[in-house]
T-cell receptor
């Protein structure tokens, strides 16, 4: 079946540090992959997505590359800011576009 | 401005009472979803609907009910049969049935049972 596994948190970084949050998936066919961000008390917002192998999604300095050979979609940012503190969810949608699967979320805290 | 609205943002309920959470979208999406999120936890799917007048149970449907009489609306009722209803509830929608589409989320409703 389909599933997503992401790095356990919480993660605490100093401002301007490099961020990596690991995400791997299991899926049949060619799923679409997403990273969502959730700020305290709010819903999830789409951060970036990739729809086929070797695609790179990017937004607000965050990047993730769809790696089919390693079934991974790791989130990276070169220099984090305090405002990046949030919970990050990796997700996939199956090839029907009807079913979505989420990782358990990784909490990030950036300290000045 | 297109999006998903959920109301109310905070809801308090006494034990033994049913309560209905509202979810409305003006994105013209066919598919709608309800998730439950507990502190420090991921999302768990309660119900989803791919088309008007049809819906399916998710992973944790017991103690919940839904209806889908209109494309724009997908209300969730938390019944007294739900043993531990205090949680953050998120509604989402997507185009449905199309590869590469993402889910859009509402701002959530925090339900507290007193």
């Amino acid at each position: 079946g389909n599933s997503v596994t992401q790095m356990e948190g919480p993660v605490t970084l100093s401002e301007e540090a490099f961020l990596t949050i690991n995400c791997t998936y299991t899926a049949t066919g060619y799923p679409s992959l997403f990273w969502y961000v959730q700020y305290p008390g709010e819903g999830l917002q789409l951060l970036l997505k990739a729809t086929k192998a070797d695609d790179k999604g990017s937004n607000k300095g965050f990047e993730a590359t769809y790696r089919k050979e390693t079934t991974s979609f790791h989130l990276e940012k070169g220099s984090v800011q305090v405002s990046d503190s949030a919970v990050y969810f990796c997700a996939l949608s199956d090839t029907t576009g009807n079913q979505f699967y989420f990782g358990t979320g990784t909490s990030l805290t950036v300290i000045p | 401005d297109g999006g998903i609205t959920q109301s109310p943002k905070y809801l308090f309920r006494k034990e033994g009472q049913n309560v209905t959470l509202s979810c409305e979208q003006n994105l013209n999406h066919d598919a709608m979803y309800w998730y439950r999120q507990d502190p420090g936890q991921g999302l768990r799917l309660i119900y989803y609907s791919q088309i008007v007048n049809d819906f399916q149970k998710g992973d944790i449907a017991e103690g919940y009910s839904v209806s889908r009489e209109k494309k724009e609306s997908f209300p969730l009722t938390v019944t007294s049969a739900q043993k531990n209803p205090t949680a953050f509830y998120l509604c989402a929608s997507s185009i449905g049935g199309v590869m590469y589409n993402e889910q859009f989320f509402g701002p959530g409703t925090r339900l507290t049972v007193l």
